[in-house]
């Protein structure tokens, strides 16, 4: 039987191992991945700590993934052997769940997600379902294509959907690995984008990327600031400081409205008043579907819009992850397989 490498997590807290295991076959719905790349993203924590609920040891994580399929399974449309795939954080949904049944397939009551509800991209080769795929233009290398299926699909598809016209004024809270592909984004949509983050010394980069106005939250108020242009119509939160998200929201425009994609465990602190008084809100938003992967690499590819990247092979997985972790990778680490 032939195998293949994998880089599995074999226990809650447990450490990384590059391991042989058979090569998988597709089932009914499922194709195979021979895997090119896959992006290391902060999320991946949630298998490598046991952080979500119902995780299955040992698990293969990875839930950025861009490959070619190797492998139909039974049933599977309009898919066929050797196209360009990716898998984003959008693994597979039930169908028939309240959200399913409404068409919201990314709020499925037992969604399913790469790397931690099956086995991920940190492998030569993994499964997944076809719903859950996304064509990858000729385009972007497979590298680069990757962390767009979580990050660049999480602030793309935020800012599309957060109601921002061409010319409104719109401000990136962090330039990490969502900010700066989201200072892009807008950018390129036609906002008046505003970069905001800690120190001076991202100023060039933020400009680079894109953003027409430059706030130093450390040496200015933000907020302040933002009413200086008016007020923002949205702010795209990317951070994981609820303090500094905080610290922001004094800076909406009338009927403006934060959208928080930045995880934290820690509330976020607001005046009933600034919300009532200028119908001002607060919201999230939750990834997207393959579509919505599809959309995000096609508008990334049209626009000319490219993720940060650097790349290590997979049998250094560990310490692709580990960097990432520490906050000095600039701005995404992404696994290759050679393949």
């Not at 989201?182 to 390129?188: I, L, N, P």
């Not at 600039?330 to 290759?336: A, D, L, N, Q």
Request: with cysteine; aromatic share 6%; glycine share 14%.
């Amino acid at each position: 039987m032939p195998h293949m490498r994998a880089v599995q997590v074999k226990n809650a807290n447990g450490p990384f191992e590059l391991v042989e295991r058979p090569i998988p076959e597709p089932g009914p719905g499922r194709v195979r991945i021979k895997v090119q790349a896959c992006g290391v993203c902060h999320s991946d924590a949630f298998t490598k700590l046991g952080a979500f609920p119902g995780i299955q040891y040992p698990r293969v994580p990875g839930h950025e993934v861009v490959g070619t399929i190797d492998a139909v399974g039974q049933g599977v449309p309009g898919w066929r052997q050797g196209q360009r795939v990716g898998v984003g954080w959008h693994g597979g949904h039930c169908g028939h769940c309240p959200s399913c049944r409404r068409g919201d397939f990314i709020t499925c009551a037992s969604g399913q997600i790469p790397g931690i509800s099956y086995d991920g991209g940190y492998a030569d080769y993994m499964i997944a379902p076809f719903e859950a795929l996304a064509a990858i233009p000729d385009e972007l290398a497979a590298a680069e294509a990757a962390p767009l299926l979580c990050a660049g699909i999480t602030t793309y598809n935020a800012l599309r959907h957060s109601g921002a016209k061409a010319g409104d004024v719109v401000a990136v809270l962090g330039i990490g690995g969502l900010g700066h592909l989201g200072v892009q984004f807008a950018a390129k949509m036609g906002c008046h984008t505003v970069a905001i983050a800690r120190g001076s010394d991202k100023e060039p980069l933020a400009k680079k990327l894109g953003a027409h106005v430059y706030l130093d939250s450390v040496a200015q108020d933000a907020a302040v600031e933002l009413n200086k242009l008016g007020g923002a119509k949205v702010i795209l939160s990317t951070v994981t400081n609820s303090k500094a998200m905080s610290a922001v929201l004094g800076g909406l425009a009338v009927g403006g409205k934060m959208i928080v994609v930045g995880a934290s465990p820690e509330p976020i602190e607001v005046s009933p008043l600034l919300l009532i008084g200028g119908r001002r809100s607060i919201g999230g938003w939750p990834s997207g579907t393959s579509i919505d992967s599809e959309d995000t690499l096609a508008f990334s590819a049209l626009s000319g819009i490219r993720p940060m990247i650097e790349t290590m092979p997979l049998e250094r997985a560990a310490e692709a992850y580990e960097k990432m972790m520490s906050g000095n990778a600039r701005f995404r680490m992404v696994i290759t397989t050679g393949q």
